[in-house]
């Protein structure tokens, strides 16, 4: 999976999350949970969609790495590769 190819996969599963998410104020560097209000539930969510869509286990150890969407995007192009 191409570093591009995660990102969409990423902005995605947020929308199913928050179908009025606005990305075009949150860069790939920023907390998008804070920039788009995703509450620990909303991102438990997220990460089960995540895990679904791609077939990767995603524990709990792994949150840090999905903080922003430039990371999330790199930790899942990394595991699927």
């Known amino acids: 999976m191409t ?10 599963a947020i929308r199913e999350i928050v179908p009025d998410a606005d990305f075009s104020a949150v860069g790939p560097d ?3 949970r804070e920039a788009l209000e995703i509450d620990s ?3 438990e969510s997220l990460v089960e969609l995540l895990a679904e869509r791609t077939g990767l286990r995603i524990d709990e150890d ?7 969407l ?3 995007a790199d930790f899942l192009a990394e595991r699927q590769s």
């Open 70 to 72: 430039g990371d999330a």
């Open 41 to 43: 539930l909303d991102f």
């Open 62 to 68: 792994d949150y840090p790495r999905l903080t922003t």
């Open 30 to 32: 920023d907390k998008y």
């Open 3 to 12: 570093r591009t190819t995660a990102y969409e996969i990423v902005q995605d």
